[in-house]
């Protein structure tokens, strides 16, 4: 019903800036949260940076600072924007969101993932 798919990994030397896009496609009715993820290699998953609905925006220690989320012009889409990038950065990065469907009178909230996109800092 619905997909979400990241796009704009890739690989840049330390202190540079990449934007991760995320796009929902879908019978969306309302998005109540966007987050991006990511893990590296041997490691576990970490929340990077999270949106609500009303704008309110939050994000890890680690990335504070110099990773900003925020929507795109077009609608259910948001960006990931990193920079100042470190090489401990670099895992793959997941956008996950919050989604309601709706399906006739019912409404209900579901919880997606996008496939991951790469991001490599080299140093």
């Known amino acids: 019903q619905v997909q979400l798919v990241e796009s704009g990994g890739g690989l840049v030397q330390a202190g540079g800036s990449l934007r991760l896009s995320c796009a929902a496609s879908?019978?969306?009715?309302?998005?109540?949260?966007v987050a991006w993820h990511r893990q590296a290699p041997g490691k576990q998953r970490e929340l990077v940076a999270t949106?609500?609905?009303?704008?309110?925006?939050n994000y890890a220690d680690s990335v504070k600072g110099r990773f900003t989320i925020l929507r795109g012009s077009a609608k259910n889409s948001w960006y990931l924007q990193m920079n100042s990038l470190k090489p401990e950065d670099t895992a793959v990065y997941y956008c996950?969101?919050?989604?309601?469907?709706?399906?006739?009178?019912?409404?209900?909230?579901?919880?997606?993932w996008g496939q991951g996109t790469q991001v490599t800092v080299s140093s």
């Open positions: 996950n969101a919050l989604i309601v469907v709706a399906s006739g009178w019912v409404k209900r909230e579901y919880d997606y």
């Open positions: 879908g019978s969306i009715f309302s998005t109540n949260r």
């Open positions: 949106i609500l609905s009303g704008g309110i925006t």
